[in-house]
């Protein structure tokens, strides 16, 4: 039997529009009273389709700057999109560097919050909160506001919802990159463990042999355009060839 759509893109794109000027002083505003900041384009994705059955673990490649985060982002409903459209089966989530945390709230508002996006209720939340707590190795921080943890704090603490609590589609933008060896351990873990089962998971990284090991599928994007997707080992051989 065919396995079913998690998620379909069609001809979805994103443009940023920057402003190269910095009129951000009185004395700048009136010098350039009739001449405007110099906007800029930035294509960041251009007219792309995909389609990522449920339960696939799909690798997001290519150079700083391709567009991968721009497309998660699409993907996930961050951003609406310029163009297209996506439909998604299911919950999402999107875990990178706290995405979706707010730094004025401590771990634990941080856990109620985001396991109300996710759908859950109070009382599931408080059934998960300590396996969270533990798995994020953050008990003594626990009334601390995420702003005066580390990068890799508030990663453990974000992959830490999203395992215990996670959504059906899962989007994983970069979250090897940070936190210690022994918390990459543990990341990696995971993706050996029954949770990935059914879990359709999109992992952006740069470390080719997690992409080896546990995607499915790969995508290879470069300047804003989805140059092939399908076999892990033919993108991650066109990354290759594209960093020479
Ligand atoms: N919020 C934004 N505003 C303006 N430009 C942006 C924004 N986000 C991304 N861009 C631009 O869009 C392009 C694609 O960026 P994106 O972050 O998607 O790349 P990436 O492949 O994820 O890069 P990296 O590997 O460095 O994380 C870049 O030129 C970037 O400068």
């Known amino acids: 039997m065919e396995k079913e759509i998690a998620i379909k893109a069609r001809n979805i794109s994103k443009t940023f529009h920057i402003s190269e000027d910095s009129h951000n002083t009185v004395k700048h505003r009136l010098f ?3 001449n ?3 906007s800029r384009e930035v294509p960041a994705l251009k007219s792309l389709s995909l389609e990522i059955k449920k339960g696939e673990c799909i690798g997001l490649l290519g ?3 391709s567009g991968k985060s721009t497309l998660v982002k699409l993907l996930a409903g961050v951003y609406p999109t310029d163009s297209g459209y996506v439909n ?3 919950s999402t989530m999107l875990m990178n560097l706290g995405v979706g945390m707010s730094h004025e709230l401590t771990a634990r ?4 919050v985001s396991g109300s996006v996710l759908g859950l209720k109070i009382k599931e939340v408080d059934a998960l909160f300590d396996k969270i707590v533990s798995f994020a190795e953050l008990e003594e921080f626990i009334d601390t506001k995420i702003k005066f943890f580390s990068s890799g704090m508030v990663a453990r603490l974000g992959f830490s919802i999203a395992v215990n609590a996670g959504a059906d589609v899962m989007f994983l933008d970069e979250i090897f990159a940070v936190g210690d060896a022994k918390f990459q351990e543990k990341a990696v873990k995971v993706f050996e463990s029954s949770w990935i089962e059914g879990r359709t998971v999109i992992l952006v990284s740069h470390s080719m042999e997690t ?3 546990y995607c499915h599928r ?3 994007m470069k ?6 997707f399908g076999d892990t080992g033919t993108a991650i051989d066109m990354y290759l060839a594209d960093n020479q």
């Open 211 to 213: 992409i080896r090991q």
């Open 88 to 90: 998604i089966k299911g």
């Open 109 to 112: 508002e941080n856990i109620y």
């Open 223 to 228: 300047k804003g355009e989805l140059k092939y």
């Open 63 to 65: 150079r700083n700057g």
């Open 32 to 34: 350039n009273l009739f």
């Open 36 to 38: 405007p900041p110099r």
């Open 218 to 220: 790969a995508a290879y």
